[in-house]
């Protein structure tokens, strides 16, 4: 019988005590050293790492180790209305801000067109930029819209960071409802670099199509959120007759 369940449970608990007892923002041993100190090999150490990774309590940062980032503000939300980061950030007290970003000029290749329901070649605006809590990188934001459907002169002059708000606030045409994808992925190269995370860690990925109150797409979103900085949750009906009043969520 393998006592690597044993084993991997006490390296779990040594790692948990070092995040805990050791201030936010130090930076850890590097891998050979921690793994030489703990006395497993480096395979085993870096895949216990990750589970403190996903839970937003490390991060490792590409050429440069692994930092202890401790227990953050997390935003917890449902998924059955659809709001920006912002407004949710909002309604919970967390604080939130918008890092780097980075409006693009580009004509719609095949698949962009296909969801954007344009012709190939259209004038499209893309918008990428970081979203901040507590000063770190929590999620990576990807809009591309049609060039017609958002004024570059008012995204730069009244942008914070939300183009589902900038839309509501602009009105015409105003946001009515999302076909969103939720998918869980490793983080490409440019995404990496963007959250300052290593390349194929694990994100969580909401693909959507925004859709005006006449049914057409009006935008075509990637989000790449931390796990550890956010929880999505849906609230969901039992189907079928006679089961009476839904109770209320406590």
Do not use: C
């Not at 850890?28 to 006395?39: D, H, M, T, V, Y």
């Not at 990750?50 to 440069?64: A, I, V």
């Not at 693909?207 to 057409?216: K, P, V």
């Amino acid at each position: 019988m393998s006592d690597r369940p044993s084993t991997y449970q006490w390296l779990q608990n040594e790692l948990g005590e070092l995040i805990y007892s050791t201030p936010k923002g130090t930076k850890l041993p590097s891998e050979p050293k921690l793994a030489e100190a703990l006395g497993v090999s480096r395979a085993t150490l870096r895949e216990a790492m990750r589970t403190f990774e996903s839970q937003g309590l490390l991060r490792r940062r590409q050429g440069s180790g692994t930092y202890v980032v401790g227990p953050s503000q997390v935003i917890d939300s449902g998924l059955e209305v659809l709001e920006s980061i912002e407004t949710q950030a909002e309604k919970l007290g967390v604080s939130v801000a918008m890092g780097d970003l980075e409006i693009i000029h580009l004509a719609a290749k095949p698949n962009q067109a296909e969801n954007l329901e344009v012709v190939e070649g259209t004038p499209l605006i893309q918008v990428r930029r970081v979203i901040l809590t507590e000063g770190a990188p929590a999620a990576y934001l990807v809009d591309l819209l049609p060039e017609g459907i958002l004024d570059p002169d008012i995204l730069a002059a009244q942008f914070t960071g939300s183009v589902l708000d900038l839309l509501i606030q602009i009105g015409d045409p105003r946001p009515s409802t999302s076909k969103t994808e939720i998918s869980a992925i490793h983080a490409p190269i440019e995404v990496a670099k963007a959250l300052e995370i290593q390349r194929g860690d694990t994100l969580l990925l909401l693909t959507a199509q925004l859709f005006d109150s006449e049914g057409n797409p009006i935008d075509y979103s990637h989000s790449y959120f931390l796990p550890g900085n956010f929880r999505l949750h849906i609230i969901r009906k039992i189907g079928g007759d006679g089961l009476g009043p839904t109770p209320p969520i406590k």
